[in-house]
């Protein structure tokens, strides 16, 4: 059974970092898993996505230089390093699984998300 446990969420000002953590079972986070985000009213967005038998370490241009994913070394569970956030991060984040051949483009599962608030 596919499982996520996600941390981390929470409320900042623009500028400040946050460290979203999940910790997913049910399936090899090798084949990818990464985070996704969705704000009231707007698409759903990737955030950032590391699949270690694709050799894929993705993070889109709103958040290159702003994030750092990672995974934690013998356990099944990714870390998120936010930095440098700004309103517009303002959204759910979600945990998911990598739909398998979407080379992180698309996801299949998810927990139930995390509020990230950035404002003044």
């Known amino acids: 059974q596919v499982q996520f446990v996600e941390s981390g969420g929470g409320s900042v000002h623009p500028g400040g970092s946050l460290k979203l953590s999940c910790t997913a079972s049910?399936?090899?986070?090798?084949?990818?898993i990464g985070w996704f985000r969705q704000a009231p009213g707007k698409e759903r967005e990737g955030v950032s996505c590391?699949?270690?038998?694709?050799?894929?370490?993705y993070y889109p241009d709103f958040m290159k230089n702003r994030a750092t994913i990672s995974r934690v070394n013998g356990r099944n569970t990714v870390n998120l390093e936010m930095r440098n956030l700004k309103p517009e991060d303002t959204a759910v984040y979600y945990c998911?699984?990598?739909?398998?051949?979407?080379?992180?483009?698309?996801?299949?599962?998810w927990g139930q998300g995390t509020q990230v608030t950035v404002s003044s």
């Open positions: 998911g699984r990598v739909q398998s051949g979407s080379y992180c483009r698309k996801y299949d599962r």
């Open positions: 049910g399936f090899d986070l090798d084949d990818g």
């Open positions: 590391i699949s270690i038998n694709d050799g894929i370490i």
